[in-house]
Each structure stands twice: as structure tokens, then as C-alpha cells.
């Protein structure tokens, strides 16, 4: 799975423009001298020592309860990070908009503190060439400019007819399989791998090695050493496919961007971050949003009864469930952020499912509700760094929800729902499996 070192949100373009402009300081200049600010003392009663991880027994759609507690009693905290690092944890919606759409604070990988166990010792390496999450203006502004035509409301709903052709073949074929089906690899994962194929323009001859690859990273048993060994066979499917697309373009983004000046290497990069960015993450929103939607029968229902709903279905979902569930900035300057000062150097973890069930922001927050306006929520990020393929994700999860739903109306969990196997080690959360039944 792609590692999203700055935000867990796939890199995109604000909704409905697709162009932006980067402004502002030339902060890739600043040292890295920057880790060694000196910590504000916090009161020990008002200092987090553990970044909250552990979702509430028996609720997976929840975030820890004890984010929900910071953010009523304190939506900007202190927090004592794995290395030592003194930075802040950020759980309302408010603040967390503000840093997130904040030119001060930075993105860059090698100027971060993680907050997770096991994180990094010492300083971290910049971010892998073409990663637009890690890194900041202006050398992310030359990436954006080059990939936010190419990710237009207009050019995205353009793909909605290919959309439906693959989603109604895999739905035929778990009709001519039967059930049960893991849903997983049935339907979840190959949607998206297949509209990364159309986007990048991987041949017809070629795709079924590529989703092999790809669905090796899906497997309910991988390891370390089974996802290295994919993550490598793809990052040189994809150079070669850069090397072929310059000799003999096609109409797809990547033939888009070889008439630029970027180099092969940027490109391989690039593709490599669309490929990380719009399958792992979309492919979790249909299974965990199917999951849900399973749990919660009365929305099912209600999405099974009016189709035309699903727009504001997948907002809901995007907002309840969250997948990309935390991001880390760092204030390049002294910040006043709600009346706390953020000193340069400082970390600052972002709780984004907190803040998307934010009272202030969202009535009755913990609810799924399928007929909720879910318009300002952060799943997708917000700022220079908003998710560059959130529009292709809409489309593809706006044909995939209701079809499903439309195909099978007695579909339902195979197992006790205690039975999926989550991904709660991931920075994208999501199942491992998710087997499901229906009536012939």
C-alpha cells in the first residue's frame, strides 16, 4: 500500500475547477534545521502521550472514543510523539481545515514526526520522486499545473460510461460464480485497478499481469515481504509503460505527460504515485462502504429504493467512514492557531475522521445517513494538496454502490459481521476480506 507520509488522502485538485495556483514563500529552501525547535511545556493533565489507535469493541466504522473525548474537551492538544518530538494532535474540524489549507504549515516528509508506533528513527529521506502529498511549492506546484487539467469534473465524468461497462461485467461475473464471493477480490478491487489501467493506458495485452500485480497488495495475507516484491514488479511495469507511451503514444494521461518536460524518471514516478493513490483507496471505500451499508440495512434500503441518491450516498460515506484517517503537517514558522502557538519545527498530527465527526460541523455525527448534506468534509483533504483523483473516485464509487445494491437486494454478510478482518494497522483503513451472500 502506498505510504501517504503528509496526508492519507489521494492528491487532487479542488472540487469542480481543476486548476489551482501555488503562492507564496519558497519553503523547499528552508533548512532542516528546522526539527530542533525547543518545546512549549503543557500541563501533564493536558499532554497526550499516545497517539489513540484502538477503535471502540465491536464499532469498526468508529474512531477511538478517545479522539471524540479530545475534541469535545480539546480540539488542539499537546502530544508527546514515539521519538520524543513535542508537537500537537488536531481533532476538530475547524482547526484541522485551517492547517490543512495553510501555505505555513509544511507537507514535506523529511521535516516530520510520525505519530504511530513503530515510526522512523532519526531524520526521514525526502519523498520518492513524483510524490505530490510529501512535498511543497514550487516543485509541487510544476506537478500540479502539469496533472490538474487532466483530472477535470468534465474529463473524470467523461470515464462514467467505461465505468459501468466494468462494473456490470464484474457483476455478471459474481452472478455466474455464485455465493458466496469475497467481495474483495470480486468487485472492490478490480473496479478501480481496471480505471487506473484506462487512465494510464495500460494495453489489453498487459492488464492482466498488471492486476496481478495489484492484486497481490489486496491479498488478506500479505506481508512485508510479499508487498515489496509487488510494490517492485509494478514500479518497473510502470517504467516500461512510460518508455513504451514516449515511442508510441495513446490517448491516456501518461502519453498526456510524456510531451512535457519531465523526465522518465518523474514520470515512472508519477504514474507510480496515480497507481498508489487511486486504487488502494477507492478499493477500500466500495468494501468498508458495502460493510457499512450491510450493517446499517435501513440506509441500504434507501439506496436500493432511489438510485438517484447515490451522489449524496457517497459523500455520507466518504465522510463516515474516513479511510484516509490521519495526516501530519509542520509549521514552518511560528503559527497562532485558536489561541495555541505552534512553533516552527512542530508537528502537527491531523485526526481527519475525528474532525469528520465533529459536532460543530456535522449533527449527529456517529449516525450514517444516506439523506445528510455531508458537503465540508475533509476525507478528501482540503487545500493545495486535496485529493487530485477524488472526482474519479466519485464516479467510479457512484456507479458501484447502487449497482451492486440494484443487482443483488438480498445481499448480505456471509459471516458474523465480527468475523471481517480489518486493516487496522494501515493508514488507509479498510478489510481484508469482506465474504458476502445472496439469494439466487
Request: aromatic share 6%; charged share 20%.
Amino acid at each position: 500500500m502506498h505510504s501517504e507520509p503528509s496526508t492519507p488522502t489521494t492528491e487532487t485538485t479542488r472540487q469542480g475547477t481543476g486548476t489551482h495556483t501555488d503562492r507564496g514563500t519558497d519553503h523547499a529552501a528552508l533548512p532542516g534545521t528546522i526539527r530542533e525547535t525547543a518545546p512549549e511545556a503543557a500541563p501533564a493533565s493536558e499532554l497526550v502521550t499516545a497517539f489513540p489507535t484502538a477503535r471502540p469493541s465491536g464499532c469498526p466504522f468508529d474512531p477511538p472514543r478517545e479522539l471524540g473525548e479530545l475534541r469535545e474537551e480539546r480540539p488542539i492538544t499537546r502530544m508527546r510523539y514515539p521519538d520524543g518530538h513535542m508537537g500537537w494532535l488536531v481533532t476538530g474540524h475547524s482547526a484541522t481545515r485551517t492547517v490543512l489549507g495553510d501555505r505555513r504549515f509544511s507537507s514535506r516528509q523529511e521535516l516530520m514526526h510520525y505519530p504511530g508506533p513503530g515510526t522512523h528513527e532519526g531524520p526521514l529521506p525526502p519523498a520518492p520522486l513524483g510524490d505530490l502529498t510529501a512535498i511543497d511549492p514550487p516543485h509541487h506546484t510544476r506537478y500540479r499545473r502539469l496533472l490538474a487539467g487532466k483530472f477535470t469534473v468534465r474529463r473524470m465524468r467523461a470515464l462514467t460510461t467505461r465505468v459501468e461497462e466494468i462494473t456490470l461485467a464484474h457483476l455478471d461475473a459474481m452472478e455466474r460464480q455464485g455465493s458466496p464471493v469475497d467481495l474483495v477480490a470480486a468487485y472492490a478491487h478490480p473496479i478501480p485497478a481496471l480505471m487506473i489501467c484506462e487512465l494510464l493506458g495500460v494495453s489489453q495485452a498487459d492488464r492482466e499481469l498488471f492486476q496481478q500485480h495489484t492484486s497481490v497488495m489486496s491479498a488478506p495475507d500479505l506481508n512485508m515481504e510479499k508487498f515489496m516484491a509487488a510494490w517492485a514488479a509494478l514500479t518497473e511495469f510502470i517504467a516500461n509503460l512510460v518508455v513504451t507511451k514516449r515511442a508510441h503514444p495513446t490517448d491516456d494521461l501518461l502519453s498526456d505527460l510524456t510531451t512535457t518536460d519531465l523526465t522518465e524518471e518523474e514520470l515512472a514516478g508519477i504514474g507510480t504515485f496515480l497507481l498508489a493513490a487511486g486504487l488502494d483507496t477507492t478499493a477500500n471505500m466500495l468494501s468498508l462502504g458495502t460493510y457499512a451499508l450491510l450493517t446499517n440495512p435501513e440506509q441500504a434500503a434507501a439506496l436500493r429504493s432511489d438510485p438517484e441518491i447515490a451522489d449524496q450516498a457517497v459523500e455520507e460515506l466518504l465522510r463516515y467512514l474516513t479511510i484516509a484517517h490521519t495526516g501530519v503537517r509542520v509549521a514552518l514558522e511560528d503559527v497562532e492557531l485558536d489561541g495555541h502557538l505552534i512553533k516552527a519545527g512542530e508537528s502537527v498530527t491531523l485526526s481527519l475522521m475525528a474532525a469528520n465527526r465533529d459536532p460543530a460541523r456535522f449533527p449527529d455525527p456517529d449516525a450514517l445517513d444516506l439523506s445528510r448534506k455531508a458537503t465540508g468534509h475533509l476525507a478528501f483533504g482540503h487545500g493545495i494538496h486535496q485529493c487530485l483523483g477524488q472526482q474519479l473516485a466519485r464516479v467510479e464509487m457512484r456507479v458501484a454502490f447502487p449497482a451492486l445494491f440494484t443487482r443483488f437486494p438480498t445481499l448480505r454478510l456471509a459471516v458474523p459481521a465480527e468475523e471481517i478482518p480489518l486493516r487496522s494497522e494501515s493508514n488507509i483503513y479498510g478489510v481484508r476480506r469482506l465474504p458476502v451472500t445472496w439469494d439466487a
